[in-house]
């Protein structure tokens, strides 16, 4: 009997700790039971969380998680960079994400000194943000959902990878901040879409995820086609910019390019129609060539 009680306790004990998953630190977080109450610290982890299939779990969010539209409803916890740790608490989580650059490290320490389970991401490629997405709905016991939006996501970036990333080669800027002018490099996850799309990234080569450049450099590099996300959804202001220089091959194809930021600046499922844009604007300027 004694032997029979001892596995018995033996296996509950493996299973109170059977919810595990690394996160982008590296680190296994453990969970005794599903999360039910999740404190999402940016707007990609809010929208990941959603994507995975727990959004009904969230009850905690910070600034600008303004996707999916349900999650402006939750209780902010103030922005990013500066959690209210104390409005925080009073929440009381059982696990919050964090994002691994974006949020202060010693709020976030403060918050596992209490004993809240913190599980950092930040997808930095295609494959981190399926993954991530399966890993949260490992942590929120939504494991069905979470796969099904997962494997949609790669199988829909595979297929525009093989769509496109073989056609003629076009050089491409993509721009993701006006003052100061900033681009991505090949390693951000933008300039692995636009390589994807088979655009050229004007500026891939540069050391830093996010460069700062000027106007010379894109006049020196001259793209063929200038893609710009701009400061809101529906604000082209940047692309204008670009037309005093009629000598640039983007400007006298008429190639400059406007994709909503919020479908192509959050490592999240919206990428999926973010890259679907971007790949059709390169298909344009391939298009053009064939007219000149």
């Known amino acids: 009997m004694g032997l029979a009680l001892l596995l018995v306790t033996t296996i509950s004990a493996a299973h109170d700790h059977s919810r595990c998953a690394i ?3 590296d680190r296994e977080v453990c969970l005794y039971d599903h999360a039910r109450r999740i404190a999402t610290l940016s707007p990609g982890a809010t929208e990941l969380t959603y994507a995975a299939g727990a959004g009904s779990q969230v009850v905690a969010v910070v600034s600008y998680s303004d996707y999916p539209p349900e999650a402006k409803e939750v209780a ?10 104390e409005k925080l608490v009073g929440l009381a989580p059982d696990l919050v994400i964090g994002w691994v650059t974006g949020n202060p490290a010693e709020q976030l320490e403060t918050l596992e000194a209490l004993g809240m389970p913190v599980f950092y991401i930040e997808p930095r490629d295609m494959e981190g943000v399926a993954s991530a997405i399966e890993r949260l709905a490992r942590l929120a016991g939504t494991e069905t959902a979470g796969q099904a939006v997962a494997d949609n996501f790669r199988d829909t970036m595979a297929a525009l990878e093989e769509r496109y990333s073989t056609r003629d080669l076009v050089p491409t800027f993509y721009q993701v901040w006006d003052a100061p002018l900033m681009s991505v490099s090949s ?24 460069p700062r450049i000027d106007d010379e450099a894109v006049l020196a590099a001259n793209p063929e086609a200038i893609i ?39 490592p999240t499922p919206r990428l999926m129609e973010g890259a679907q844009l971007l790949c059709e604007k ?4 391939r298009q053009k060539r064939r007219h000149h």
């Open 23 to 25: 996160d982008d630190r």
């Open 76 to 85: 902010s916890v103030g922005s990013h960079t500066r959690i209210d740790l």
């Open 187 to 210: 390693q951000h996850l933008i300039g692995q879409v636009v390589e994807m799309c088979g655009g050229e990234n004007v500026f891939g080569e540069q050391a830093r995820l996010v």
């Open 228 to 266: 710009a996300g701009g400061m809101g959804e529906e604000n082209r202001h940047w692309l204008t910019h670009w037309k005093q220089y009629p000598q640039l091959s983007a400007v006298s194809q008429d190639n400059l390019f406007f994709v909503p930021p919020s479908l192509i600046q959050r």
């Open 282 to 285: 390169l298909e344009k300027a």
